[in-house]
């Protein structure tokens, strides 16, 4: 039910993004009171969800309940309550689209769980949406060596050289996209990066894998 409505509503304000800058007149005028109605949304919802957090924290301390997390829940081993609130904010601030929050709670988490991978990569998303491509790349790049996944290490070299390329480093990014290509040569983005570097413009491909995994 969460998911199909922050989808509509990511949807209608990528709508928004798309159409604004070109829009005048009363098209302005619909699109900025349609961000209204989406920033009222999002604050509303925020503070309902708030509100149940802190009562199921109020319940948990009231009945002295320890957090046991599910098998494949991203904090696993001794996670106290904390750090699985700070998780569970965490994901609902990036649902809103508030990456300044996200950031808050996830770097809470990783101060006492560092190798984290759910953690880093929703703090190197979230770091990548407010334009802090340096920040996203310490996380990205402390969770190279900890990713197994051959495709996933792949993606992850993708998105670095994507940052290095950002900031003209051209030839660092080739090597990036060249070791994005060996862990996995069938993987697009690269190449289309690597032409990207050729030309010295163009626009660069993170690609879909990192966000799906959020």
Known sequence: MFQ?????????????ARQLPEA???????????????RK????????????????????????????PEPGTPLSGEASG???????RGQGYYKLLMFPNCI??????ISHYPDNLAA???LAMSHLHQGEVLAARVHLEHMLP?????KLKAHLY??????????????????????????????????????VCRRGSGELQFGSQLVSLL
């Open 146 to 150: 900890l990713v197994k996944s051959r």
């Open 158 to 195: 993708n998105a670095v050289g994507c940052i290095a390329a950002s900031g003209r480093r051209f030839d660092e990014a080739k090597e990036l996209f060249g070791l994005a290509l060996k862990y996995d040569p069938a993987l697009p983005e690269p190449d289309a990066n690597l032409e």
């Open 104 to 109: 808050e709670q996830f770097s809470a988490v």
């Open 24 to 38: 005048q007149g009363v098209k302005r005028h619909e699109l900025l009171g349609k961000y209204r109605m989406l």
């Open 4 to 16: 199909q409505m922050f989808a509509e509503m990511n949807e209608m304000l990528s709508d928004i």
């Open 82 to 88: 904390v750090e699985m609130e700070n998780f569970a």
């Open 120 to 122: 880093r990569l929703y």
């Open 41 to 68: 949304l999002s604050d509303e919802a925020l503070d309902e969800w708030l509100a149940f957090a802190e009562a199921l924290s109020l319940f948990r301390q009231k009945m002295e309940l320890t957090e046991e």
